[in-house]
């Protein structure tokens, strides 16, 4: 079975504070995802990263693929409580085409005021 | 644009009922899923489309099954409920990388 596991699972930090946000497998990915999902809604996807070492940067929030396409991170500096969510990422094994996509169990994080 | 929508937004039946949950995107994406959410385990594929008339199975087909008779509409049958099924059940639509999921529909099976 293929997974992507993220750490940490649970996140509670005060305003103002960074921090990362990981994703990985012991499988190459073609991509990876984020995506950031609040209560009682669907998961919105935030940026999709694609070659290996590839880092986009999207106001606050910075990604990154790993080299050998097995991980990625998300590092989000100067939380603030609007950050709160489901962060997930996800992407397609590269053994299985670009149909079959894969989620990783999430971090909830939390942004105190 | 509505984007994805899906009905109901909640659902409860009991064991050994069917019901179909209703997707409908009006992007003209050619590929839709479905997915479930469980706590602790984050979003697990059910079954997919890649065009109308073509569907294939996920991670988790087993008791769902799907059609896709129009661009538009990829709806999921549930032929006889089982409590392992309760669930949110999120569909989505993607045109390349994007991806859009809809609201979700929360199934409790009793």
């Known amino acids: 079975t293929q997974l992507l596991e993220q750490s940490p699972q649970f996140l509670s930090i005060q305003e103002g504070e960074n921090l990362t946000v990981y994703c990985n497998s012991s499988?190459?990915?073609?991509?990876l995802q984020w995506y950031r999902q609040e209560p009682g809604e669907g998961p919105v996807l935030l940026v999709t990263?694609?070659?290996?070492?590839e880092v986009k940067k999207l106001k606050r929030l910075t990604f990154q693929f790993g080299d050998a396409r097995k991980d990625s991170s998300l590092h989000i500096t100067a939380a603030q409580p609007g950050d709160t969510g489901l962060y997930l990422c996800?992407?397609?094994?590269?053994?299985?085409?670009?149909?079959?996509?894969?989620f990783g169990t999430g971090t909830r994080l939390k942004v105190l005021a | 644009n509505a984007g994805v929508t899906q009905t109901p937004k909640f659902q409860v039946l009991k064991t050994g009922q069917s019901m179909t949950l209703q997707c409908a995107q009006d992007?003209?994406?050619?590929?839709m899923s479905w997915y479930r959410q469980d706590p602790g385990m984050g979003l697990r594929l059910i079954h997919y489309?890649?065009?109308?008339?073509?569907?294939d199975q996920g991670e988790v087909p087993n008791g769902y099954n799907v059609s896709r008779s129009t661009t538009e509409d990829f709806p999921l049958r549930l032929l006889s409920a089982a409590p392992s099924q309760t669930s949110v059940y999120f569909c989505?639509?993607?045109?390349?990388?994007?991806?859009?999921f809809g609201p979700g529909t929360r199934l409790t099976v009793t």
């Open positions: 499988s190459v990915f073609s991509s």
């Open positions: 996800a992407g397609p094994p590269h053994t299985s085409g670009t149909y079959k996509y894969i």
């Open positions: 989505a639509s993607r045109n390349g990388y994007r991806q859009y």
């Open positions: 992007m003209n994406h050619e590929y």
């Open positions: 489309s890649v065009g109308a008339g073509i569907t």
């Open positions: 990263v694609v070659t290996g070492g």
